[in-house]
């Protein structure tokens, strides 16, 4: 998610959503259910703030 949060803070917020989907999966692979909710608020983030798609950030 390191990765997420340098793309966001270069201004790549595409780059950063493809990171988060890709967090998402691994942590619902895993057993890591903190980093699994930390990657859903964090692409709410992303997807509603920086990409101004909020209809997709609400669901």
């Not at 990765?3 to 595409?14: K, Q, R, T, V, Y």
């Not at 988060?20 to 983030?45: F, K, N, P, V």
């Amino acid at each position: 998610m390191l990765a997420a949060e340098l793309h966001d803070a270069a201004g790549e917020p595409f780059a950063a959503e493809q990171t988060l989907h890709a967090a998402i999966r691994s942590a619902s692979a895993g057993t890591r259910d903190d980093l699994l909710a930390q990657a859903w608020i964090d692409l709410m983030h992303v997807a509603g703030l920086q990409l101004g798609r909020f209809a997709e950030a609400k669901d």
